[in-house]
């Protein structure tokens, strides 16, 4: 099944019990905060399964969250591919993300 088949099941199932007339878009970001803790929590433990549950309530709220405010959640991942998809640049040992030109400069002094 499609990311965008989930979406819609997830919307009727929040519609069916009331959460996308009753709670609010903050609502929903303060209840995939808590989920994304749970989610830090399951990967310091290495709980695989529980990083999945995480991962999955955490979409569920970003879902709830865009039905609210009427955008589509996979139009959103088209617009952050858009603006990232040109991007030149690595990842350094530690984590950290440099722009190409960055690294291209301090290589050349």
Not at 88 to 97: D, H, S
Request: proline share 2%; glycine share 8%.
């Amino acid at each position: 099944m499609s990311f965008a088949y989930y979406e819609n099941e997830i919307i009727v199932w929040a519609t069916k019990r009331g959460i996308i007339d009753n709670s609010t878009p903050e609502m929903q970001f303060l209840k995939g905060t808590s989920e994304w803790g749970e989610l830090s929590d399951a990967l310091a433990k290495k709980d695989m399964h529980a990083v999945k549950d995480a991962v999955g309530d955490v979409m569920v709220c970003l879902i709830n969250m865009c039905a609210m405010l009427d955008i589509n959640v996979v139009e959103c991942m088209q617009q952050a591919y858009g603006e990232i998809k040109d991007r030149k640049g690595k990842m350094m040992p530690g984590g950290v993300f440099v722009k190409e030109q960055d690294y291209v400069l301090k290589e050349a002094a």
